[in-house]
Nanobody, 127 residues
């Protein structure tokens, strides 16, 4: 079994930056075999993909709403996934979840293809 634990969320003002981390544990070398992603869910809205990254960190994909502001990265030696969020806006307020897809090495965009999920980290951006 694989466990994902997010950290780094908080309350910030519009224009500020935050960096989320997702620590992966539970299966030896687990991050090496999995594509990963960050999702978010705002109150009253469906969960949406924010960013995705392939197994080696050589390929990424972003939602249009965060392109140029957010950067997804990973350190497989540390079994950790990151999301650097710059120029935050009030509409970025949501619970952010990291996720891992055990079946794929490549970028995964569909929610159903992810097998493991973190509990979520709250990000609140005030105007």
């Amino acid at each position: 079994q694989v466990q994902l634990v997010e950290s780094g969320g908080g309350l910030v003002q519009a224009g500020d930056s935050l960096k989320l981390s997702c620590a992966v544990s539970g299966r030896t070398g687990s991050t090496y075999a999995m594509a990963m992603g960050w999702f978010r869910q705002a109150p009253g809205k469906e969960r949406e993909l924010v960013a995705a990254i392939n197994r080696h960190g050589t390929g990424t994909n972003y939602a249009d709403s965060v392109k140029g502001r957010f950067t997804i990265s990973r350190d497989n030696a540390k079994n950790t996934l990151y999301l650097q969020m710059n120029s935050l806006k009030p509409e970025d307020t949501a619970v952010y979840h990291c996720a891992a897809s055990a079946a794929s090495m490549f970028i995964v965009k569909t929610e159903d293809a992810y097998d493991y999920w973190g509990q979520g980290a709250q990000v609140t951006v005030s105007s």
